[in-house]
């Protein structure tokens, strides 16, 4: 049975909860929607990663992340306001998307892709949080390696051509955050990406 090496596709399932192993499951990849990785590729936290060095298939794993080897505290300089105008499509503003609790993909002038959280809706402003969802948190994975092999060549480059991982960004990246494109498809977190390095 293979390890988890660098290069090898993994696939696990897992609970994610806060504080403890015994608080409130606020994620959940299961063997329906499993997480699946390249190991080594730079798609994961760190410290997640790490934690599965050398684990085979059927093997369990308890891992426990402070929340400065996940997401970080919670930064104050990536909670900004925004111009209406900059939600405006075709001169309509979005109401459906653009409410409060919703998280809108977003991408800076220099193209870098963002999540925010909506937070506030102004005649003229929208407030945004564009923290990583679960910045400031400690978290803890209890899951099952289902599966280890070798990736593909195939699996191996699209990594280069997707540009990442479909998780929430953390922040703005020390740029600026005053210049927002935004497109309409829904951020969705769930099915294991909380794992993921973005």
């Known amino acids: 049975m293979m390890e988890i090496t660098k290069n090898r596709m993994v696939t696990l399932t897992y609970d994610l909860r806060l504080d403890d192993l015994?608080?409130?499951?606020?994620?959940?990849?299961?063997?329906?929607?499993?997480?699946?990785?390249v190991y080594g590729a730079g798609q994961m936290l760190p410290k997640?990663?790490?934690q599965l060095?050398?684990?085979?298939q059927g093997q369990n794993f308890q891992i426990s992340l402070t929340k400065f080897d996940a997401y970080g505290e919670v930064n104050e300089d990536a909670?900004?306001?925004?111009?209406?105008?900059v939600f405006m499509v075709d001169g309509?503003?979005?109401?459906?998307?653009?409410?409060?609790?919703n998280t809108v993909p977003m991408m800076t002038g220099d193209g870098q892709r963002l999540n925010g959280i909506v937070l506030e809706v102004s005649d003229q402003m929208v407030k945004m949080d564009f923290n990583h969802p679960l910045?400031?948190?400690?978290?803890?994975?209890?899951?099952?390696?289902?599966?280890?092999?070798?990736?593909?060549?195939?699996?191996i480059a699209a990594l280069f051509s997707q540009g990442g991982c479909g998780c929430g960004s953390g922040g703005c990246g020390g740029g600026e955050c005053d210049s927002h494109d935004h497109d309409?498809?829904?951020?969705?977190?769930g099915g294991g990406g909380c794992g993921c390095n973005c």
């Open 22 to 37: 015994n608080g409130d499951m606020i994620e959940q990849a299961t063997a329906e929607r499993p997480l699946q990785f």
């Open 48 to 50: 997640f990663e790490a």
């Open 53 to 56: 060095a050398g684990l085979k």
């Open 79 to 85: 909670i900004v306001e925004l111009p209406l105008e």
């Open 92 to 101: 309509n503003f979005d109401n459906d998307l653009v409410k409060i609790g």
């Open 135 to 155: 910045a400031g948190e400690d978290l803890h994975f209890e899951g099952e390696i289902i599966d280890v092999r070798d990736a593909s060549d195939e699996e």
């Open 184 to 189: 309409h498809e829904h951020h969705n977190h």
